[in-house]
């Protein structure tokens, strides 16, 4: 079981709200991925639901129990830091195995647990080796193995991929969406990469400044963002964000066209503009046009196409698929 | 530029600095050596001539030699214990968050820049002076007998007196340490379970053990020398000779430079075997 609620929970920093009340419900066995710029109070909430910070005021439920005065040790929550954490002193053995011994468990069942995770993680051949003789990829899965062997109520990952490179990123990102499908245990997960989130998530919750701009799975956020700031942020690379006559043609303060949903043409179209950078990717084209009367924006082709700098392109939007937004920034 | 050319310069600009610090050190080695193998006694005859080994084995035959080496390790293990618990524990608490934090770490270095001479003076006659002394004060106050320090405990005395000179160093190194701790891992292990004891044994102190290596180190080397809080407290006397003091003794109040010079050879050879031991430790743990 693993049940998280949090009910009108504020968190203070002296004298700034770092989140204002708030109130989420994360169901058994989700995975929830928390995404937001730098600063919008994802690690700290996701601080305040492992216990490392006391909330201002508000409560969090787990499994139906007020938790908010709980010590973190007894919150049955792991956690996999971004430093990852691992006790430097100590081999990859007595690391996975220290929640075991903190919580007086036999050496023989200890040992039972510790090599269970390894063979999960593939540990097993690095098991006496001390962190520092570990590649990146390997302390992450030390970290996560000493989550596991808790058999907690939920995982929490505070952004445990940004100090890998990304080709390994990539490998770690499955390898953890597939541990969520084998174990089915509720988990937590803090990211400001909005591919992390669209790829692993079953609901996102996006944050800014501390409040929630929307809670959805990763395709309800996209096909629907609620707002300026979510049409923004998921989606990559971003939606192009349109103001002036345009808009207004729309009844719409500002248009949103996702690169994905332009037409591109070197013959006719709506829009007329130029060329400044064509990025080839293989699979797709990145074309980056200034508009001769909307402005920049960014539209996806065929990565056969050849365009350079200077050329002159149409581009005509998909209409089913314009978002439109009113002043206040919110989808109409 | 490390060129040949180069090189060469810097070996020939780097020459004064090496044969002055080498002459230095080799000067007073050869002349140890060389009086320590001769009879020379300047009030009462002068150079007697050659006498081979014999300063050594009257040196370590003396009834004096094993209690002074006992009393330099009493000396040296105690104040080590003194300032590596203490440093500790004062470092642990001057790491947490509080108002005025810089003016307290500040006064908590400020016997480190007091002379031994100075601190030791200070401590005879304003704390442990059996008539004048607050401590002495102290004892009246709850009706109790005055201690005389300096001669019932004087090693003790000795020891609190180094003790006091050398916590702020060991507090300073140690706090550098706990400073650079990964606070991820103080919290990795709240969430593993571990209460705050536990934490502290299994995460702060592995953490500070190679600080603790050098200091230790550092300061065994230093309290092997200690002199002058001896010198102006008990005079060698009441059991606080140690080893440096016994050569002191041997060299200008007994007046025979070869029987100390001998002695002082013997404290070549143990600074040297200490140093030798602790580098091996603290090599072994820069290698973790």
């Known amino acids: 079981m693993g049940r998280i609620v949090l009910d009108k929970v504020k968190k203070i920093f002296g004298?700034?709200?770092?989140?204002?009340?708030?109130?989420?419900?994360?169901?058994?066995?989700?995975?929830?991925?928390?995404?937001?710029?730098?600063?919008?109070?994802?690690?700290?909430?996701?601080?305040?639901?492992?216990?490392?910070?006391?909330?201002?005021?508000?409560?969090?439920?787990?499994?139906?129990?007020?938790?908010?005065?709980?010590?973190?040790?007894?919150?049955?929550?792991?956690?996999?830091?971004?430093?990852?954490?691992?006790?430097?002193?100590?081999?990859?053995?007595?690391?996975?195995?220290?929640?075991?011994?903190?919580?007086?468990?036999?050496?023989?069942?200890?040992?039972?647990?510790?090599?269970?995770?390894?063979?999960?993680?593939n540990l097993t051949d690095y098991l006496d080796r001390r962190p520092g003789q570990l590649s990146g990829g390997q302390r992450q899965r030390v970290a996560i193995g000493r989550a596991i062997v808790r058999e907690p109520a939920a995982f929490l990952f505070d952004e445990p991929l940004s100090n890998l490179?990304?080709?390994?990123?990539?490998?770690?990102?499955?390898?953890?969406?597939?541990?969520?499908?084998?174990?089915?245990?509720?988990?937590?997960?803090?990211?400001?990469?909005?591919?992390?989130?669209?790829?692993?998530?079953?609901?996102?919750?996006?944050?800014?400044?501390?409040?929630?701009?929307?809670?959805?799975?990763?395709?309800?956020?996209?096909?629907?963002?609620?707002?300026?700031?979510?049409?923004?942020?998921?989606?990559?690379?971003?939606?192009?964000?349109?103001?002036?006559?345009?808009?207004?043609?729309?009844?719409?303060?500002?248009?949103?066209?996702?690169?994905?949903?332009?037409?591109?043409?070197?013959?006719?179209?709506?829009?007329?503009?130029?060329?400044?950078?064509?990025?080839?990717?293989?699979?797709?084209?990145?074309?980056?046009?200034?508009?001769?009367?909307?402005?920049?924006?960014?539209?996806?082709?065929?990565?056969?196409?050849?365009?350079?700098?200077?050329d002159r392109v149409h581009l005509t939007p998909d209409p089913a698929q314009i978002y439109r937004f009113d002043a206040a920034g919110s989808a109409l | 530029m490390a060129t040949r050319h180069s090189r060469s310069a810097a070996r020939l600009m780097m020459a004064p600095a090496v044969i002055l610090l080498l002459g230095w050190m080799l000067v007073p080695l050869t002349m140890t050596l060389f009086f320590s193998f001769k009879k020379y006694l300047p009030l009462r005859g002068g150079d007697l001539g050659w006498v081979g080994f014999d300063n050594y084995t009257r040196f370590v035959t003396s009834s004096s030699f094993w209690p002074s080496v006992l009393t330099t390790l009493i000396i040296v293990g105690g104040v080590l214990l003194i300032t590596v618990v203490l440093g500790v524990l004062l470092a642990i608490l001057l790491d947490q968050p509080m108002w005025g934090q810089g003016i307290v770490r500040i006064l908590v270095i400020a016997p480190f820049f007091v002379m031994p001479t100075v601190s030791a003076l200070v401590w005879k006659n304003m704390f442990m002076d059996p008539v004048n002394g607050l401590l002495a004060h102290l004892w009246k106050f709850f009706g109790a007998q005055p201690v005389e320090w300096l001669s019932d405990a004087s090693i003790f005395s000795i020891v609190l007196i180094v003790a006091w000179q050398w916590l702020p160093f060991a507090t300073l190194i140690l706090l550098t340490s706990i400073q650079s701790l990964d606070s991820e891992q103080l919290e990795a292990a709240e969430m593993d379970g571990a209460p705050p004891l536990a934490r502290f044994g299994f995460i702060t102190l592995p953490h500070l053990s190679r600080a603790i290596t050098i200091v230790v180190l550092i300061q065994t080397i230093f309290l092997l020398a200690i002199f002058a809080e001896i010198f102006v407290t008990t005079g060698g006397s009441f059991g606080t000779r140690t080893l440096t003091y016994l050569i002191f003794q041997r060299v200008l109040e007994s007046q025979n430079v070869g029987l100390g010079s001998a002695g002082g050879v013997y404290a070549i050879i143990l600074a040297n075997i200490v140093a030798l031991f602790l580098m091996r430790i603290v090599g072994k743990n820069l290698d973790a």
Request: charged share 20%.
């Open chain 1, 15 to 121: 004298d700034i709200t770092v989140i204002p009340p708030l109130d989420l419900e994360i169901n058994d066995g989700e995975f929830v991925v928390f995404v937001g710029p730098s600063g919008c109070g994802k690690s700290t909430l996701l601080r305040l639901i492992a216990g490392l910070e006391d909330i201002t005021s508000g409560h969090v439920e787990i499994d139906g129990v007020n938790a908010t005065d709980v010590p973190p040790a007894k919150r049955r929550l792991a956690m996999v830091f971004q430093s990852y954490a691992l006790y430097p002193h100590m081999s990859v053995r007595k690391n996975i195995a220290f929640p075991l011994r903190m919580a007086g468990l036999e050496k023989a069942e200890q040992d039972r647990k510790v090599e269970a995770a390894a063979s999960v993680l």
């Open chain 1, 165 to 310: 490179d990304a080709a390994l990123r990539g490998n770690m990102r499955l390898e953890i969406t597939e541990l969520h499908q084998t174990l089915k245990t509720t988990m937590v997960y803090v990211t400001h990469d909005q591919v992390e989130a669209m790829t692993m998530a079953d609901k996102i919750v996006v944050l800014n400044e501390g409040r929630i701009e929307q809670v959805g799975s990763p395709l309800d956020l996209y096909r629907h963002p609620a707002n300026l700031f979510v049409a923004g942020f998921i989606g990559s690379p971003r939606m192009n964000l349109i103001e002036g006559a345009e808009a207004t043609r729309r009844d719409a303060a500002t248009i949103g066209v996702r690169p994905e949903h332009m037409t591109l043409s070197t013959e006719a179209g709506d829009w007329t503009g130029t060329v400044g950078v064509a990025e080839h990717l293989g699979s797709d084209t990145f074309v980056h046009v200034q508009l001769d009367d909307v402005g920049p924006v960014t539209a996806r082709a065929s990565g056969e196409i050849s365009l350079g700098h200077g």
